[in-house]
C-alpha cells in the first residue's frame, strides 16, 4: 500500500538534471518469493536475497516524476495497492527500487496483476497471477 509519494530531480552543478525519480513509503503487505527467486542458470542454487517483511514501511524509488511531459510509466498513487518486483537497496538510504526502471509495477485486476508501464522493452509478462509467483 502506497502511503506517501516524493518527487526529486537530481541536478548537477551546471543545471544538467541527471536523473528524475519518485521515491514513495510504501506498507509492505505480503512477500511473494517463488523458490527460483535468486536462481540463475549458470547458479541453479538459489542464494540468499534480500526481502523486506509484511507490516514493514519501504522507501520504493521508480523512475518519472509527476512534472515529467512524458512518465515512463503510471506513479504509484497514495492509497493504492499494488505488486511490485524489486531490487535490494543498495547505496540510496536503505530504498527499494522498481526492477526494470518501472516494468515491475503490477495492478491488482480481479484474479491477475496486470503490468501498468505499456512499452517498457523489459521481459516482464504483461499479466501474471499468484500461482505464477509460488
Do not use: C
Not at 102 to 118: S, T
Amino acid at each position: 500500500m502506497v502511503d506517501r509519494r516524493n518527487d526529486e530531480v537530481v541536478t548537477e552543478p551546471d543545471g544538467t538534471e541527471t536523473s528524475q525519480t519518485t521515491t514513495s513509503d510504501v506498507t509492505v503487505l505480503e512477500v511473494l518469493a517463488p523458490a527460483s527467486l535468486g536462481t540463475t542458470i549458470e547458479a541453479p542454487e538459489a542464494v540468499a536475497i534480500a526481502q523486506p517483511e509484511p507490516g514493514e514501511l519501504i522507501q520504493v524509488v521508480q523512475m518519472g516524476w509527476i512534472e515529467m511531459a512524458e512518465a515512463p510509466a503510471p506513479l504509484l498513487a497514495s492509497g493504492e495497492t499494488y505488486l511490485v518486483f524489486l531490487s535490494a537497496p543498495s547505496d540510496r538510504h536503505g530504498a527499494w527500487w522498481v526492477t526494470g526502471a518501472n516494468a515491475g509495477i503490477f495492478r491488482p485486476d480481479g484474479d491477475v496483476f496486470v503490468q501498468v508501464a505499456e512499452d517498457t522493452g523489459d521481459s516482464f509478462r504483461a499479466t501474471i497471477t499468484r500461482e505464477d509467483l509460488r
